[in-house]
């Protein structure tokens, strides 16, 4: 054996001695301390001068001992900040659950003297570290290297090892601490609505919505998110994470509405049209949400939290508006000229359609007319449009679908911002998932606010329409929105879908864009979708394709 170098065996464990001086591991639950307290070398007098090689050994021996054993107080007391130190060790020690750490030392560096009476700076002890943690039954291991300085106490004269927060973890600066904290939701298996486990992998743009759903249900199923040591920084704020203490659990499974085969045939088809687009799917007897998707894929969630004019989509509010009055239906005259000027605008047709008086109600709704919708804006009084919006198709109602979205905007407007509004442009801002909640509405008479969790899981609060369409004009908008889908602008794409179905089409201007926005909202059935394809062109071109794909699934 080298000599200057011994071996001892103390406590069970084996001690490595360099240099005169051992540092070993101490087990926290069942003791097993190695290694020895150095003298001080005090003989009552203050000592000054540069420290000595013993001095530092010794200095540093203690410490470190004291703090493998757990003795905090012990080890905190050989500082020059007693108060600071027992904080930090004990923290390391009950917090973040350590079971037993070994300390062991590397070569001192020790500064030389600068020459006959001067001191010798401040000595640096590196040492490294492996802690053993027990965090809610789970083991895990974190090694690292720090490192510790010696200096003399200016009141005692002793060697004293110099306190910061870097003595527990090289990561850590003035003001910084080591705590456990979660690292982030507990991990969550959301399953569609027939039981199957729903991933990103597998439906990517439901990526950002199960992690939503994760945050939101991961502790409600009975989740438990995993712990790490993260640096907690001065301010109280959270700062890197350092070791992980434990993996998170997974609750019982989280039901939704999403069906995956739509879902599937939605991924698929949104990639079809354009770089940027989005899709939802909904059941109108129920409001579930059965499929989201958007282009690309992770990122925004444009279906769900997008704010589009929704173009002439928006005329199934306006023509539901209309009938309700009861001076109008399907069969009424309804001219559908070139261009109108209203509050001192002038309005045209997108295709400039000219049909003087040969047209009805139904028909302008089926060819998409806007100057025959923006003429009523003279019988219909300020805000009709706008309430019936909230009022029966809850748009601006507050919805808790499960997870954040925009759900919609329709202001009262007068002038030319009350016709750009009966044509679903001007303020109004919607999204997919609000246009297929229209469809669903205009559907079945009855708005039924969209979920994507059931509400029996956690019993909170839907939006409830305060009115709901009357028998008649339901089957009359059903009827103007099946002569659409079959002789109509929507007729090109979804007319040969066979069963029960009804469109409209959208094409929304926006101010700096070259192409519009192309809109669709469509039924078939008991399932109702919406898709925009921004900056594109007319709406049966592009996002009717998307919303026919899916609904010839259904």
């Not at 030392?105 to 053993?132: D, E, M």
């Not at 001007?426 to 559907?443: C, D, F, H, I, R």
């Amino acid at each position: 054996m080298q000599r200057g170098t011994k071996s001892a065996v103390i406590g069970g464990l084996i001690a490595v001695v360099v240099g005169g001086v051992a540092y070993g591991g101490y087990d926290l639950y069942h003791g097993g301390l190695t290694g020895h307290d150095g003298a001080d070398g005090s003989d009552g007098k203050v000592a000054t001068g540069p420290l000595s090689a013993t001095e530092v050994d010794s200095a540093a021996n203690g410490f470190l001992t004291a703090w493998a054993a757990g003795d905090t107080a012990k080890a905190a007391a050989l500082t020059d900040d007693p108060s600071q130190a027992s904080a930090a060790l004990g923290s390391f020690r009950t917090n973040l659950h350590a079971t037993a750490l070994t300390l062991t030392p590397q070569q001192t560096q020790a500064a030389p003297s600068t020459g006959p009476g001067t001191a010798a700076a401040p000595t640096r002890v590196p040492f490294s570290a492996k802690a053993t943690f027990d965090y809610a039954g789970q083991q895990s291991s974190w090694a690292y290297d720090s490192a510790l300085t010696v200096v003399r106490d200016t009141t005692t004269g002793k060697p004293v090892v110099k306190w910061a927060p870097s003595v527990v973890s090289p990561r850590l600066a003035a003001g910084q601490s080591l705590e456990a904290a979660p690292t982030g939701a507990p991990p969550l298996t959301a399953v569609d609505r027939t039981g199957k486990p729903l991933s990103a992998t597998a439906y990517p743009s439901l990526s950002g919505i199960l992690q939503q759903l994760a945050a939101r249900y991961g502790t409600k199923v009975h989740g438990t998110p995993g712990m790490a040591v993260r640096v907690r920084e001065a301010n109280g704020t959270a700062g890197p994470v350092l070791h992980t203490l434990s993996q998170g659990k997974a609750g019982s499974p989280l039901p939704t509405t999403i069906d995956s085969r739509l879902q599937a045939e939605a991924e698929k088809a949104i990639k079809t049209e354009g770089p940027d687009a989005s899709f939802v799917a909904v059941q109108p007897s129920t409001g579930d949400i059965l499929a989201v998707a958007d282009n690309p894929a992770y990122g925004y969630d444009k279906a769900m939290l997008g704010q589009y004019a929704s173009g002439s989509t928006f005329k199934v509010i306006t023509a539901s508006t209309l009938l309700s009055t009861g001076k109008y239906t399907p069969t009424s005259k309804l001219a559908c000229p070139k261009t109108i000027t209203y509050g001192g605008r002038s309005f045209h047709n997108v295709e400039g359609e000219d049909f003087a008086n040969a047209t009805t109600v139904a028909t302008d709704f089926a060819a998409s007319c806007n100057t025959a919708f923006i003429s009523t804006a003279s019988v219909l009084p300020d805000g009709a449009v706008e309430n019936e919006a909230k009022d029966v198709f809850g748009l601006g109602l507050t919805w808790n679908t499960g997870v954040s979205s925009w759900d919609g905007k329709v202001p009262a407007g007068t002038g030319s911002l009350k016709a750009s509004t009966y044509i679903g442009q001007g303020e109004v801002q919607v999204n997919p998932l609000n246009m297929a909640s229209v469809a669903a509405t205009a559907k079945t008479g009855v708005f039924h606010q969209p979920v994507i969790v059931p509400d029996s899981v956690d019993h909170r609060q839907l939006a409830q329409a305060p009115r709901q369409l009357g028998s008649t004009v339901s089957a009359e908008i059903r009827s103007m929105m099946v002569l659409t889908a079959r002789e109509g602008t929507a007729e090109p794409t979804i007319g040969s879908l066979s069963g029960d179905v009804g469109a409209k089409t959208g094409t929304a201007e926006v101010d700096g864009q070259t192409k519009p926005n192309s809109w669709f909202i469509a039924y078939r059935g008991d399932v109702a979708a919406a898709a925009v394809v921004p900056n594109t062109g007319e709406g049966y071109k592009y996002a009717g394709k998307i919303v026919t794909a899916v609904l010839s699934v259904s």
